[in-house]
């Protein structure tokens, strides 16, 4: 799924732990197989469980789970994993993005300086082992989340100075900054309550292979291969519909794939190429399967380094953003199973503003061609870019050199495109160094809020008229620094007001298509696929996946 207020004491390292995170994703999510025939018979692996009848739902997966402790997992999996098996203060209502309270009775009370957040919890809420839940557990669960140094723990600790149990059923959060979007972040998966008695506050006392909290479902085995979730027969709110989950992790997807199409598994989610999805829609009324299709807050761009000749000219950056061609790029690569992204924000915010469409169009090489030529270049002097992604990513390899096949054949002697690679961990650990002109990369929110869609691409704490020498855009790759993008970046994270709230970010969306610190590409899609007697399969449009609500018919 990447940073927001960081403090300048903590900004490096928080940023190493984001890029790791982005690699792992990217490795969980895009190191796909274009070149596997659909026909071949894959190599052997152990049996997944088959659907059996009883009650319990049979789910495949390629993608995996490195630990299951809620203070140090940050990849997409584990996150799913932790949403089912743990409880927050605050939830989505299912179906919505409406933010409805859970362990909290109702919305928190905010103080008049934006800084303390007063949150009621229940009274009824009985952890895994027989702990009961109470302010005291739950600011033991914060202040875990902080303190032991896990990937995801600069999410809270760079806002939060303080979590206390004023009342019993009463938790006081302190704020270092106004920030708006608290509430949402409350929501993060691994913002869920654990076990004092299992769980200690320690930098590195992590539990990677067990979880003790208070969710739906109870953590009966996981391997490397294998997760298995029984229900909680003590679980406060509503229990889940079925007798469990059994969850097969896949080493290819090609062997995903074929166990679903033959009946092996209820549900296939993540991670198939574009054309065994395909496939699997051209076969649905044949084979008896349904497929659920749902938007995602996954974004794809390409970062410019501002500081590098001729990017530093916003002539030659606003010249890149004319000539990318969206819908080219959603067809031949994707096979339409992608949306094109017109702003970093995506579409499925009420405040994303379609700007680079309006700005710049789709492969608009007269424009491109025009401020080229303002800008000095032609074909006796011309634009040679450098376009870099992770080696592991098959798609983007095929959009870069896509991207190049375009722009060369429509601009033939003013621009080449030079397309190059390198393992994925090595590159996001030189992003901040400003080696690369240009990265084609990808953004997985930690919440709900377009906050996180603005600030770690347009923010930085210490920057000079040359670029960012500190902060999230320095993190990013664009190194792009301007005082009033921070001074807006600060007024909408303090704003209560939606309308005031939506008019700030309208204006930073303009910003970033003017300076075109980044260029937004496309904007993924998820599938699910389940057997035909299984229904309540869906994502929710947070990107939730509710295992609960799933049921054999």
Partial sequence: MNVLGLQLRRLKHAWGRRQWRRTARLLGLF?????????????????????????????????????????????????????????????????????????????????????????????????????????????FSIQRFMENGGRPAYLLSDKIISAEATEEYELTLTLSAPFAAFPALLSFSGVTPVSPEQYEIGAGQFRPDSFVGSGPYKLAAFTSDSIRLDPNPDYWGEAAANQGIDIQIFTSPANLYNTFRTGGLDVAYQTLDPEQVASLEREATSGGWQVIEAGTNVINYMSLNQTIEPLDDVRVRQAIAAMIDRPLINDRVFQGQAEPLYSLIPASFDVAEPVFQDAYGDGNFELAEELLTEAGFSEDNPLTIEVWYPSASTPRSIVANTLKESIETALPGLVTVEVQNTEGATLWENVGRGIYPIILSNWYPDYYDPDTFIQPFLGCENGTPAGCVEGASQANGSFYYRAEANDLIAQQRAEQDPQTRQAIMAELQQMMADDVPYVPLWQNKDYVFAQGDVDQVSIEPTQQFLLGKIVRR
């Fill in 31 to 139: 190191g796909l197989c274009f070149a596997i025939a659909l026909g071949c018979t894959p190599e052997a692996e152990p049996d997944p469980a088959a659907p059996t009848g009883d009650g319990r739902i049979s789910i495949g997966t390629t993608l995996t789970a490195r630990t299951l402790d809620p203070a140090d997992a940050y990849e997409t999996f584990p996150g799913i994993l932790l949403y089912n098996l743990g409880d927050r203060l605050y939830t989505y209502e299912p179906g919505t993005t409406t933010l409805v309270p859970q362990l909290a009775t109702a919305m928190p009370t905010i103080s008049d300086d934006g800084l303390t957040y007063t949150i009621p919890l229940r009274d009824d809420v009985t952890l895994h082992d027989g702990t009961r839940f109470n302010a005291e557990v739950m600011a």
